[in-house]
């Protein structure tokens, strides 16, 4: 009953994801449009089954509608050089630590996707296997998964706090961006 129950959440996660998400381009959306598009040059192929991911929101390649205009979503994209896409200037980040060995029955990773195409142009938004990257969560100081921090240039570390909420939901998580400046486009 409960993997029944499991599973019914995430096919509704994938659901509400679509259905929102729908890849059509949205008016302002086009990340190469912002400034700072640099990090490219730190982007490898796309890559859905590696440890530390950057999610882009950007045309998804061959695919365009009944106009010829592309469509977009989000993409995952190998980090060839974590260190300097992490250190480039003008950039801000993201860091959604997870586990692979957890299954996402919350649709949490459906919800940062959601992020990641809100935000495009203001935040990457990076993921991360915590057992990949113990380096990071040291830093971060990271006691429980999932978690978030924003960081980057020009911006002290901010983290969500997961373990020190009795509860949270990813409506929280969208507040405390919208707290530190990052609020979703048209919320």
């Excluded at 993997?3 to 994801?17: E, T």
């Excluded at 729908?22 to 982007?43: F, H, M, R």
């Excluded at 530390?52 to 998804?60: G, H, L, R, S």
């Excluded at 911006?155 to 929280?172: H, L, N, P, Y």
Aim: charged residues 20%; contains cysteine; proline residues 3%.
């Amino acid at each position: 009953m409960i993997k029944r129950f499991s599973a019914i959440l995430v096919i509704a996660a994938l659901a509400l994801c679509c259905t929102s998400c729908n890849g059509k381009k949205q008016s302002g959306s086009d990340p190469s449009a912002s400034s700072g598009t640099g990090y490219y040059e730190y982007l490898g192929e796309y890559a859905y089954d590696l440890p530390v991911t950057c999610m882009v929101y950007e045309p998804v390649e061959g695919e365009t509608d009944e106009n010829g205009q592309p469509f977009y979503g989000v993409q995952y994209r190998e980090i060839k050089d974590l260190d300097k896409l992490l250190a480039s200037s003008d950039v801000k980040f993201l860091l959604y630590f997870h586990s692979s060995a957890n299954s996402d029955v919350a649709g949490i990773t459906a919800a940062v996707e959601e992020i990641a195409e809100g935000l495009a142009g203001k935040i990457l938004v990076i993921s991360l296997d915590a057992s990949e990257v113990n380096d990071l969560v040291s830093k971060y100081e990271i006691t429980m998964i999932p978690e978030f921090v924003l960081c980057g240039s020009g911006i002290q570390a901010q983290v969500f706090g997961a373990a020190s909420r009795e509860k949270w939901t990813m409506q929280d998580v969208v507040d405390w961006l919208a707290s530190n400046g990052y609020s979703l486009k048209g919320g």
